[in-house]
């Protein structure tokens, strides 16, 4: 099994940045795909940004290209989500996801393991 655990969420203002971090524990290495998803309410949960193990293929919401960047770092097991410029429609519950695919995908249901969730808030 996985487990994934989020962090950093908060409340600021438009234009602010954020950094999300979401570690993975358990077998880990069968986890190659991870990624970042976001819900609001009354709204369908949301693809944000996805990056393989290398690190070197990700993908973007367009909504958040240019003001989001996803990261990793495999010795610590954890994916980032560093959010900068964060508008008022960015506000929602942000998820931390993985699979062991080996693909990229923006759909949920690709994803087998999920953390809690962690709020991030944006006041206009």
């Known amino acids: 099994q996985v487990r994934l655990v989020e962090s950093g969420g908060g409340l600021v203002q438009a234009g602010d940045s954020l950094r999300l971090s979401c570690t993975a524990n358990?077998?880990?290495?069968?986890?190659?795909?991870m990624a970042w998803f976001r819900q609001a309410p009354g709204k369908e949960r949301e693809f944000v940004a996805a990056l393989q193990s290398t690190g070197s293929n990700t993908h973007y919401a367009d909504s958040v290209k240019a003001r989001f960047t996803i990261g990793r770092d495999n010795a610590k097991n954890t994916v980032y989500l560093q959010m900068n410029d964060l508008k008022f429609e960015d506000t929602a519950v942000y998820y931390c996801?993985?699979?062991?695919?080996?693909?990229?995908?923006?759909?949920?249901?690709?994803?087998?393991?999920w953390g809690q969730g962690t709020q991030v808030t944006v006041s206009p």
């Open positions: 996801a993985a699979n062991s695919l080996g693909v990229i995908s923006t759909q949920p249901e690709r994803y087998r393991y």
């Open positions: 358990g077998r880990t290495f069968i986890t190659n795909v």
